[in-house]
Nanobody, 123 residues
Framework: QVQLVESGGGSVQAGGSLRLSCAVS???????IGWFRQAPGKEREGVAA???????TYYAAPVKGRFFISQDNANTVYLQMTGLRPEDAGMYYC??????????????????WGQGTQVTVAS
């Protein structure tokens, strides 16, 4: 069983930065952790993912070069977000699955989910 707890959300001005954290309990090797976001009235979209503590990382096109995913030895996964834009706002979730997939940024391949943390970006 895996439990995920997100933290670090908040309100920032456009151009600002935030670092989200996802504390993962029950982590084991070869786990894929993804970050997703969902704005009101929109579908949940994949933002970034990390496999096996950094063997592979994946980014959605809109965030590439601005967001960075990493994982420490204590099984916390971070999403460093820079150059935030109003369109980056939404509820951010982390999720886990116990194997790699070519669809690392698709929400329907993940098994375990956290409760989310809210990000607001003021223009």
């Amino acid at each position: 069983q895996v439990q995920l707890v997100e933290s670090g959300g908040g309100s920032v001005q456009a151009g600002g930065s935030l670092r989200l954290s996802c504390a993962v309990s029950g982590y084991r090797s070869r786990t894929l952790i993804g970050w997703f976001r969902q704005a009101p009235g929109k579908e949940r979209e994949g933002v970034a993912a990390i496999y096996d503590r950094g063997v592979s990382t994946y980014y959605a096109a809109p965030v590439k070069g601005r967001f960075f995913i990493s994982q420490d030895n204590a099984n916390t996964v971070y999403l460093q977000m820079t150059g935030l834009r109003p369109e980056d706002a939404g509820m951010y979730y982390c999720a886990a699955r116990f194997s790699l997939t070519s669809d690392a940024l698709k929400s329907n391949v993940y098994t375990y989910w956290g409760q989310g943390t809210q990000v607001t970006v003021a223009s």
